[in-house]
């Protein structure tokens, strides 16, 4: 388990810089990723498509204290082609590539998987006054169709026919 800096190459001579605690697991990952296609970096996704391999070498090791003081210097000193960001330990987006995210996400609708999952992490959690205060404040003055009304009504009462039957 090495704690530094480290360089992915291309053959082309284009590179990556990054940081990490553990940097072997980190490279696996990396690996992993770009072979299955779901990496976040698409500079590193297109370079590795085109050549399929990197060399990669640790640059500095250091403790995890000076990681990110370390990894900008090498980012401010090696100018690496294939890092989305110029700063150590964030990624910058561009506003055009925000764009492109909320519009690719637009209208999309989790799954019922999905939905179950979300509502039983929610189940039994304990809210703050302030919360709920807050959370009331909000829905003040919202108006509510008589669809919804009805919709509501619905899920009410079959909730409380569930509830009933168990107990």
């Known amino acids: 388990m090495t704690c530094g800096i480290y360089q992915l190459k291309f053959p082309s001579g284009r590179f990556y810089i990054g940081s990490s605690k553990n940097i072997e697991h980190r490279i696996v990952i990396h690996i992993r990723k770009l072979k299955n296609g779901t990496h976040g ?3 590193l996704v297109c370079a590795f498509k085109k050549y399929g391999k990197f060399k990669q070498t640790i640059i500095i090791i250091c403790n995890e204290e000076n990681l990110l003081m370390y990894e900008q210097l090498c980012i401010d000193n090696l100018n690496p082609q294939c890092n989305c960001s110029s700063i150590a330990g964030r990624v910058d987006w561009n ?3 925000r764009d492109k995210l909320s519009k690719s996400r637009m209208g999309m609708k989790p799954d019922t998987a999905t939905l179950i999952k979300l509502k039983t992490a929610q189940l039994g959690r304990k809210r ?9 404040f909000s829905l003040i ?3 509510v169709t008589w669809k919804t009304r009805i919709l509501l009504s ?5 909730s409380w ?3 009933r039957a168990q107990s």
């Open 95 to 97: 506003a055009e590539t």
């Open 128 to 136: 703050s006054p302030e919360h709920i205060e807050k959370i009331r």
């Open 161 to 163: 026919k569930l509830r």
């Open 154 to 158: 619905k899920k009410l009462e079959a």
């Open 141 to 143: 003055g919202r108006k």
């Open 41 to 43: 970096n698409n500079k």
